[in-house]
């Protein structure tokens, strides 16, 4: 729904509440009526205006659920890169622990427990060096 199909939607709804708030009684068939009649005029307002009518409106190429869907989607991957690049930092500072402490000269044990990273990784991490 474009701009201009919403505000009439609006205006019918508000005109329509408002006549309906004016009357003592209240049945569903009057509601409907006031419903009806009100809507007719709206319609009427926008062919004397030269307005396009709101079945003749272009639809929207994408629906909005399919919009908050890739919204949604893009957030989530951006979420995704976000904790990715978090990881990728925290991987790179344990590295760079490993390799000073490698050249300080210190045991695996010390590494490992400083760093949380298995003997085998410290051991094939000293051979790459």
Do not use: W
Request: no cysteine.
């Amino acid at each position: 729904m474009n701009s201009a199909e919403l505000g009439s939607n609006v205006f019918r709804i508000t005109e329509t509440e408002e006549l309906l708030n004016m009357q003592e009684e209240i049945s569903e068939e009057k509601a409907n009526e006031t419903h009806f009649r009100v809507g007719k005029v709206v319609r009427k307002a926008i062919k004397e205006l030269g307005g396009i009518m709101p079945e003749d409106q272009e639809t929207p190429k994408k629906s909005l659920k399919i919009i908050e869907k890739e919204r949604d989607i893009t957030s989530l991957n951006d979420i995704n890169f976000e904790e990715k690049l978090i990881e990728d930092k925290v991987k790179e500072k344990e590295l760079e622990i490993t390799i000073k402490m490698l050249k300080d000269k210190l045991d695996i044990e010390m590494i490992s427990k400083y760093t949380g990273l298995s003997k085998e990784e410290i051991k094939k991490i000293r051979k790459e060096k």
